[in-house]
């Protein structure tokens, strides 16, 4: 996908969901005496009509507790959900299944989210008719067309009657992610919903879900590891590290001068971080060093361990938030060291020496 498939070539609309400051604690220890792992604090994001944001992070950052936490999957331990302004309660069955007609999910193991002991068909049809609550064979049928349609799996009729083992790993995706848009949901969620799949045909399922957030006017949140990809589908990055984001911002301006330390070693280690996009096609790099521990003990900067920039400071008090020059956000006590050009007109060379000190961490 080039640039053109972007939103820049229309307007993205309202927000429809929204996450505001939330943030989730699991307890580690028997009760509540033990050590308490912050898997996820003080996220906020809006997801527009249109839109797609993407959240990138290594694994064990919290990113796909944030999605279960929008998809109403995982209780908040504070902060708030909204879907069109209003905060969402889903104590009731029925305010779920009302929630879950405009949220839907997409896995990254499309052979773990389908049935194997049923077809497409079937996948196909629960959906339709319990959100949709389309009646009648005929109208059921021609519904499951259009959505196999939808997803380029062409003839429809070759395969509704197939099971999820006759198909492949991105036919799979497509009957996943068909399944997902059956129920004529507003919002998508799609957590890293290539990484399992061939590295041939990453491409083809991002541009699909691309495609969709166009022509079914979806708001998208798409999960990642991998920043090329975030890139090339999303309009806004959020970079999230042990939890919490570190930096934000329109895609291009995130991945072509990443500011946060962290943000520019997870696009040093891309194949070719100037011209992101390319590890689409031959696979992407694991980036090195552990992921960082988001334990509510720890006080400061939580990349702190494995920046070449912390001192006493960013171990010992949270960083501020920091505006850059070209509409970021960023949180770091060393802005001006880490990315001199987003906050002053001087320009020095930062990438290689933060990914020089980062790829060695303790
Ligand atoms: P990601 O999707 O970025 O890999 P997750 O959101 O799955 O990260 O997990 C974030 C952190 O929360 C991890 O350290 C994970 O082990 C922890 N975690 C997730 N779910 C639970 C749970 N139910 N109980 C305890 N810890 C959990
Ligand atoms: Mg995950």
Redesign the pocket.
């Known amino acids: 996908m080039t640039e053109q498939t972007k939103t820049s070539e229309s307007a993205v609309g309202d927000v429809v969901l929204e996450a505001v400051s939330i943030s ?1 604690d ?1 307890y ?1 220890g028997r009760g509540r005496s033990g050590p308490v ?1 912050s ?2 604090r003080d996220v906020s994001l809006s997801l527009y009509r249109r839109g797609v944001v993407a959240i990138v ?12 936490m929008l998809a109403g999957q995982e209780t908040l331990t504070s902060g708030e959900v909204r879907l069109d302004g209003k905060v969402v309660h889903l104590k009731h069955r029925r305010a779920f299944r009302a929630y879950k007609r405009e949220v839907q999910m997409v896995f990254q193991d499309p052979f773990a989210s389908l049935n194997s002991v049923h077809t497409v068909r079937h996948h196909l049809e629960r959906p339709i008719k319990i959100h949709r609550g389309i009646q009648g064979k005929q109208a059921i049928e021609e519904e499951m067309y259009r959505l196999l349609t939808l997803v380029s799996m062409t003839p429809p009729e070759l395969f509704l009657p197939k099971y999820p083992h006759e198909l492949s790993g991105g036919q799979r995706q497509r009957v996943a992610i068909a399944r997902a848009i059956a129920a004529s949901p507003r919002v998508l969620l799609a ?2 919903p290539i990484s399992m799949l061939d590295v041939s045909i990453r491409l083809d399922i991002l541009r699909l879900l691309s495609d969709l957030r166009e022509t079914l006017e979806l708001a998208m949140l798409y ?1 990642t ?1 991998d920043i090329a990809s975030a890139r090339y589908v999303a309009d806004e990055i959020l970079v ?1 590290y042990a ?1 919490e984001i570190v930096e934000r911002g329109p895609a291009e301006e995130v991945t072509q001068s990443p500011a946060h330390p962290y943000t520019q070693l997870l696009v040093s280690s891309a194949p070719n971080p100037d011209a992101l996009g390319s590890s689409l096609k031959t696979g992407t790099k694991i980036v090195p060093g552990q ?1 960082g521990s ?1 334990l509510s003990s720890i006080v400061g900067c939580r990349f702190s361990p494995r920046c070449p920039f912390a001192d006493e400071q960013c171990r010992t008090t949270r960083p501020p938030i920091v505006p850059t020059n070209d509409g970021r956000l960023v949180a770091c006590w060393h802005l001006e060291q880490a990315a001199p050009s987003s906050v002053a007109l001087t320009t020095k060379p930062r990438t290689t020496r933060a990914k020089k000190v980062l790829e060695k961490p303790d």
Not at 58 to 67: C, P
């Open positions: 989730r699991y580690l792992l898997a996820v992070g290594e694994s064990g950052s919290g990113k796909s507790t944030v999605a279960r957590d890293e999960i590891h999230m939890g992921a988001a």
